[in-house]
């Protein structure tokens, strides 16, 4: 019975290859295979009379580089994912500050605080349009009787505001994410330090920048490389409600890419628009894990 | 009783039963005797999406396909029993009444099972483009809209080749020259061959409140700038409760640029040049340009971020008095149970264009301009379709003079693109106020005759009409020119850079 023997010897071998063929599979066939294809097809085009890919060298590159939409989503992206990163930041630090205090109820928000999650944002997106929309939307009316809109400037609509009111969506839903990471790691940590720094006379502010914060960076991390990641390849929002406009106010890279390769089947160029997202995404993690000198 | 009587006689017991002047229990005992089985008069009491009328559809369970049509496909199909074959559409009239409500006898017939995918038309483009690009045949049949066909010209059959190569299963009385010539030629001709037929035919007419207008004491508009002092006086005087027009403008949306070329043809004006140049920015494309910012002024202020649905409902909740834009909204708006303007509403021919219209050979690309913008689809066989004889039959079928009426009154007075369609005495029985109204009918028959602006014909127009010219008047609207003529100035550059390739 040589098979046998030999799976017998495999898989009682103390060699890690063995165990790490089935993770190692994945990764080609799901990760390496499609990346190296990704590349490949940068330098490639679709020929639509033909019916074939044909070799266009740089081509795609050249044109990426001097292509106005390209830098135009490029920062309308940069800019979503800076300002909705730090205000889910911000803001979930804050609520889950705030909930890790046990008082009466808050339990049940703990808990309410996964259903946003559970949405699918093409639906929070729906639902957003329908909030924001010009005539019966509630939060128009709601900054109409304010004074903030005038009625003629719908929030969709209007290219100094479009942006902001997608990402009104995105914050409602995933702020919540943030909070449940931070609580977290809030209730993991050791009470000596807060009992000393309080015996110390250390302030509310000063106990959360020296003794919070520093605890709290290796979560913190884990909880903006998840999100800005998501936030930089957004691509549900906007779809659903401006389609990237008005004009192109809202056209995300993700957006884009799309459009390129499934409306337009430039499946070359739409490629090296998503090679190019992913080099940023690569680089801004590598980025903020050197600057955050976070050690995993 | 001979086929015509009973045609004629269901007509009239589905306009009583419509009407009210016959209960359910008697209209079912009709239907019973026109010998229509227990399964098609069960039907149609569930509630109804956009555009298919509910109340037809318990009403129309009289109106089924002629036996010698389904003895024609039960015929023919015999080699073909147990083929599955798949359609990607948009949600119309006529993709909603055989979705629901008629394929179901074809099925019976044929033996065949025929899925159809209900989409939103960007949808549908991207599934054609995909299946096109990939050559997988996923498709069987191909719903194509005009601004496609150059696109998808070289990977659908032209509808003569397939009546020639197969004889034996070219249905009885099933001919190219049976559709309106002007659709033939506006929807489904580019150069030499036909992308398919005619399958429908979204119009733009004019549509107006009556009792608005005659409080103010207008009549309809004959020229656009009455049209636009009619807006504005409505505006003016009843506003912000009511704006005297509407528009479809989302930025991006493929709606924004159908309603420019309303007004840049209505102007004069036209896509291209004879050369093949854009010629928006021309003299002609500015005024019109200047018109439509005059207009916009008039609507509501969401109306930047409307597609064609947001332009209706704006009307049919009674926001807007008037709209020029496709006529299949106008038996929706005659539904009382979906809207607030029923009875309200009179259809006529759009304003006539303020100076002479381009003639075909002044512009490029095969583009007709006419204030009535058509936005009318073709039913195709896909040449990746691994069925193609069987999908011939259906499309025959779907297309043919029994199923147009069915489809006309079963999803809700949508425009036939058969000429004999439209003096049915089924289809005329409906012309009253109600669901499903043929009212307005004439309009759209009058329109396709002597209105009708078609887009031109190059297979970069899927682009230009989805993605260049729409950005960019969204980018218009949203005050990011300085000027009309920065605008197109910008469309121009970047228009004739794609069409240069």
């Known amino acids: 019975m040589p098979a046998v023997t030999s799976a017998k010897a495999v898989f009682s071998s103390d060699h890690p290859l063995p165990w790490l063929f089935p993770l190692i599979a994945m990764l080609v066939v799901f990760t390496i295979y499609p990346l190296i294809y990704n590349i490949w097809l940068s330098f490639h085009e679709y020929a639509p009379f033909r019916r074939e890919l044909e070799y266009v060298g740089t081509d795609n590159w050249v044109a990426l580089w001097n292509d106005e939409r390209f830098w135009g989503s490029l920062s309308v992206t940069l800019t979503y994912f800076v300002v909705v990163l730090i205000i889910e930041l911000v803001l979930g630090m804050a609520i889950a500050l705030l909930l890790d205090a046990d008082l009466a109820g808050f339990g049940v928000m703990r808990g309410l605080l996964t259903l946003t999650l559970v949405i699918p944002p093409a639906i929070t997106g729906m639902m957003f349009l329908l909030i924001q929309d010009a005539e019966f939307g509630v939060l128009t009316w709601v900054l109409e009787q304010v004074g903030v809109l005038d009625g003629t400037a719908p929030i969709l609509s209007t290219p100094s505001t479009a942006l902001l009111g997608v990402m009104l969506a995105d914050i409602w839903q995933w702020t919540p994410f943030m909070v449940l990471i931070f609580l977290a790691g809030l209730r993991g940590l050791p009470g000596e330090p807060y009992e000393a720094a309080m015996l110390d006379g250390a302030s509310g502010w000063q106990i959360f920048r020296r003794i919070t914060l520093p605890q709290l960076s290796k979560v913190i991390a884990i909880a903006v490389l998840l999100r800005g990641i998501d936030l930089f390849r957004m691509f549900d929002y906007v779809f659903v409600m401006t389609s990237g406009g008005p004009g192109t106010a809202t056209y995300t890279l993700s957006l884009y890419a799309w459009q390129q390769t499934f409306s337009f089947i430039k499946w070359g160029y739409g490629a090296t628009i998503s090679l190019v997202s992913l080099v940023l995404i690569l680089v801004i993690a590598n980025l903020f894990i050197w600057i955050a000198k976070v050690r995993w | ?501």
């Open chain 2, 1 to 501: 009783m001979r086929d015509s009587d009973r045609k004629q006689y269901a007509a009239r017991a589905v306009d009583r039963f419509v009407k009210g002047r016959m209960d359910r229990r008697q209209f079912l005992r009709t239907a019973g005797q026109l010998g229509l089985g227990a399964t098609a008069l069960g039907t149609g009491l569930g509630a109804r999406p956009f555009w298919t009328p509910k109340a037809h559809a318990d009403a129309h369970a009289a109106l089924k396909p002629s036996d010698e049509v389904l003895a024609w496909v039960r015929d023919v199909s015999a080699p073909f029993r147990g083929t599955t074959l798949k359609l990607a559409t948009e949600s119309t009239p006529p993709s909603n009444a055989i979705n629901s409500q008629l394929k179901q006898y074809f099925e019976e017939a044929s033996g065949m099972t025929v899925e159809i995918e209900v989409l939103p038309l960007e949808q549908v483009l991207q599934k054609l483009t995909l299946d096109i690009a990939s050559q997988l045949g996923t498709y069987d049949l191909y719903y194509i809209d005009q601004s496609w066909a150059a696109f998808t010209a070289r990977d659908v059959f032209d509808p003569r080749e397939q009546l020639a190569a197969n004889p034996d299963l070219a249905m009885p009385g099933w001919a190219v020259e049976d559709f309106l010539p002007a659709l033939v030629d506006g929807i489904a001709r580019y150069e030499d061959s036909l992308v398919g037929v005619p399958y429908d035919i979204p119009i733009f007419i004019f549509m107006y409140r009556k009792d608005i207008y005659e409080q103010m004491g207008f009549s309809a508009p004959t020229s656009l700038e009455e049209y636009y002092e009619q807006a504005k006086a409505i505006t003016d005087e009843m506003g912000p409760d009511m704006y005297g027009a509407t528009g479809q403008m989302k930025s991006g949306h493929y709606s924004l640029e159908c309603d420019w070329t309303a007004w840049l043809w209505g102007h004069g004006g036209s896509i291209f040049d004879a050369d093949g140049k854009f010629a928006g920015n021309d003299e002609r494309g500015l005024e019109a340009m200047e018109y439509w910012r005059r207009l916009y002024g008039t609507m509501p202020p969401g109306v930047t971020g409307w597609t064609w649905d947001g332009q209706g409902q704006s009307i049919a909740q009674g926001v807007a008095a008037t709209m020029m834009s496709w006529g299949e909204f106008f038996p929706y708006f005659d539904d009382p149970s979906a809207t607030k303007v029923s009875g309200l509403m009179e259809a006529v021919r759009c304003p006539a264009p303020k100076h002479a219209l381009r003639t075909v050979d002044e512009t490029g690309f095969g583009e007709i301009p006419g204030v009535g913008h058509q936005g009318g689809s073709s039913l195709a066989v896909s040449r990746n379709s691994k069925n193609p004889d069987p999908a011939w039959i259906f499309m025959q079928w779907a297309t043919s003079y029994d199923t147009q009426v069915l489809i006309t009154a079963l999803g809700g007075g949508t425009g036939p693109t058969r000429t004999a369609v439209y003096d049915d005495p089924r289809i005329i029985a409906n012309n009253r106020v109600g669901p499903g109204t043929t009212r307005h009918l004439g309009v759209v028959r009058e329109t396709i005759a002597n209105d009708m602006g078609s887009e031109p014909d190059l297979p970069e127009w899927a682009e230009l009409a989805n993605d260049t010219i729409p950005v960019r008047l969204g980018k218009y609207f949203a005050g990011e020119y300085s000027s009309n003529k920065e605008a197109m100035d910008d469309i121009a550059q970047a228009a004739d850079k794609i069409v240069s390739g």
